[in-house]
Nanobody, 127 residues
Framework: QVQVAESGGGLVQAGGRLTLSCDAF????????TGWFRQAPGKDREFVAH?????????YADSVKDRFIITRGNKAKNTVYLQMSSLKPEDTAVYYC???????????????????WGQGTQVTVSS
């Protein structure tokens, strides 16, 4: 079992910055990859960014490319950060962190590609 916890959400003005953190606790070596997804009211959960731990491949949704950066932090806690800049009101959503715990995932932009999820953290961008 792996526990996933996000933090860092909040209210920010359009054009501002915010950094989200994701920690994964549980089995040793329990994270092969981490993904960020988001879900706005009335919409499906959508892919935002992905990073793998073995080779540090990074992928982004077109809507956030060049504005968001996903990076790795403390390996002991499998920490991953999502640095968000030039935020827009349409970035408002609950942001979820997810981990692939049993091996690398090919479905890195799909919710099916991850094994454990956090509870989510709200990001609100005011215009």
């Amino acid at each position: 079992q792996v526990q996933v916890a996000e933090s860092g959400g909040g209210l920010v003005q359009a054009g501002g910055r915010l950094t989200l953190s994701c920690d994964a606790f549980g089995r040793a070596g329990s994270t092969y990859a981490t993904g960020w997804f988001r879900q706005a009211p009335g919409k499906d959960r959508e892919f935002v960014a992905h990073i793998s731990w073995a080779v540090s491949n990074q992928y982004y949704a077109d809507s956030v490319k060049d504005r968001f950066i996903i990076t790795r932090g403390n390996k002991a806690k499998n920490t991953v950060y999502l640095q968000m800049s030039s935020l827009k009101p349409e970035d408002t959503a609950v942001y979820y962190c997810a981990v692939a715990a049993y091996g690398p995932t090919m479905a890195w932009n799909s919710t099916r590609g991850y094994d454990y999820w956090g509870q989510g953290t709200q990001v609100t961008v005011s215009s």
